[in-house]
C-alpha cells in the first residue's frame, strides 16, 4: 500500500495557508498546521482537515527562527513519520516607502518572509532526501517581487529572494526527484489586504484584467496541482494574478 502523504503548511492558521491546508486535506494528504499565534484558528483548520478524513496536528513555530522550524519539523516527522510536501506560506507586509520605512520593519519582513523559508525548506530537506521518495516544495511569493511595487521595498525584495532561492534549490535537488516551484499571487481578498485604502483597492481592480480580487481557493488549487500533479514542472513561478502582471 502506498503510504499517506504529509503536508506542512505554514502560516496556515489563516488566509491563503488555511485554504491550502483544506485543499491538500482534500486530495487525501495529512497536514501539519503551522501557525505563529493564532492558536484558536489553528484549531479551526485543524477541525476542518479532519473533517475531510485526513490527521492533522498544530505545529507552532515563528518560521523566522531557524531553531523554532528545526524542532517543528523534528515533531512533524516524529508524529507523522514522513514528510513530503512543504509549503512556505508564512508572511506578513509592513508598508512604508523607502525614505520613511524603519530598519525593524525591513528587518522583520525580510527574517519572516525570507529567512522563513531557507528555515524551513533547510530543515525539511535532510527528511526529504532521506526518505528517497522525491518530495515538494512550493513558496508563495507575491507579484511584488516580480514587478516591484512602491512602498514595498522591504516585501518585495523579500519575495524577489524567494523567487532566486526556489531556481536555486530546483537546480540543487531536481536529481533527487525534488520539486521546488513558486506561486505568485496578485490581490487576493485576506485579512492582509482587508487594510488597504478604498482608492487602492479600486486602483488595483481597474489594473487587473479580470477586474477583480481572487478568491483563496484560487491560489490554493494551482498549490494543489503543483503539490499533487506537476511532476515535470520545476523552478517555475506561476503567477495567480488575474492577468495583473502580463
Ligand atoms: P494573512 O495575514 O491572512 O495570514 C498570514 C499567516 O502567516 C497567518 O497564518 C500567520 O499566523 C502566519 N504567520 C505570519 N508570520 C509568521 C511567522 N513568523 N511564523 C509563522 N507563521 C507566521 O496572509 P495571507 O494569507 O494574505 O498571505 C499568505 C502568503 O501569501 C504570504 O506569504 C503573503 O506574502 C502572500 N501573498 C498574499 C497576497 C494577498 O493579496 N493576500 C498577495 C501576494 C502574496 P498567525 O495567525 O499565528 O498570525
New binding site residues.
Partial sequence: MMEKKVALV?????????AIAIALAQRGIDIAI?????EK??REVMKLVKKEGQAAMLAP????DFQHCREMVKQVVDYFGRVDILVN?????ADNLLARMKEEDWEKVLH??LN?VYNCTRSVMRSLLKQKNGGRIIN?????GIYGNAGQAN?AAA?AGVIGFTKSVAKEVGARGITVNAV?????Q????EDLSENLKQEAVRAIPLGRFGK?EEVAEVVVFLATKGSYITGQVISVDGGLVI
Wanted: proline share 2%; aromatic share 6%; glycine share 14%.
Fill in positions: 505554514t502560516g496556515a492558521s489563516r488566509g491563503i495557508g488555511k503551522n501557525y505563529r499565534s493564532n484558528e489553528a513555530a515563528d518560521v523566522a506560506n508564512a508572511g506578513i507586509r519572516t518572509n522563513g508563495i511569493a507575491s507579484i511584488s516585501y519575495k505568485a499571487p496578485g490581490f487576493i485576506t485579512e492582509m489586504t483563496v
